[in-house]
């Protein structure tokens, strides 16, 4: 009896841990983009500071994120229930609109440059790179979640045994970290749109 509590006791600490690690690497993210928004507005306070629209493109890009955190979350919902065909579909959608996103993304910094607003150099102005600087972390954590996503979906596609009801973690910690990477850029979004 001792044996078996140990063994169900030791099998659980992973999925402990691995959701712990992901918090941590979560919180550790808040608190850099938390000291740069800090930044950019004591910044701003300081003067010579250019005002500009954002691109109309990043303003497509937030809904297409959005839009995948539902196809992830639908994902999780297909995984619990077993339905791996369904999960398969969903999280390739959901790969689909992240990939989309980066290329908005990347269509909105050239859509700035044709506005003369740049990242460093004599033409740039403070403004300007601290929009490139939070939008690039924010593409480059994007880039991590993609990476994973990519990972669990051809996980489910080699070996759809992995994925049941009862086994469900992997794409529950990626729908984790998806959802925090959308809910990250809403704020950034929000943040440049409105201080200015």
Avoid at 94 to 106: E, K, N, P, Y
Avoid at 107 to 113: F, I, N, P, T
Wanted: charged residues 10%.
């Amino acid at each position: 009896m001792k044996i078996d509590h140990q063994k169900a006791e030791y099998a659980s600490t992973p999925l402990n841990t691995k959701k712990i690690l992901l918090w941590l690497a979560m919180v550790s993210m808040i608190m850099l983009f938390a000291g740069l928004t800090s930044a950019y507005m004591v910044r701003q306070a300081e003067g010579n500071w250019l005002n500009f629209q954002l691109p109309g493109l990043f303003t497509a890009s937030t809904v297409v994120l959005a839009l995948s955190s539902v196809t992830m979350q639908l994902g999780v919902r297909a995984a619990k229930k077993g339905k791996i065909d369904l999960l398969r579909n969903l999280l390739m959608v959901t790969l689909t609109l992240g990939i989309l996103f980066v290329a908005l993304q990347f269509q909105g910094w050239k859509a700035l440059v044709h506005d003369n607003v740049f990242f460093g150099g004599t033409k740039s102005n403070p403004s300007g790179s601290f929009l490139y600087v939070l939008t690039g972390l924010h593409l480059a954590h994007l880039a991590g979640g993609i990476l994973y996503l990519m990972y669990v979906l051809l996980v489910t596609i080699k070996n759809s045994q992995i994925f049941g009801p009862k086994n469900v973690l992997s794409v529950e910690l990626c729908a984790t970290f998806w959802h925090f990477l959308d809910g990250l850029w809403i704020y950034l979004f929000l943040f440049l749109l409105f201080v200015k």
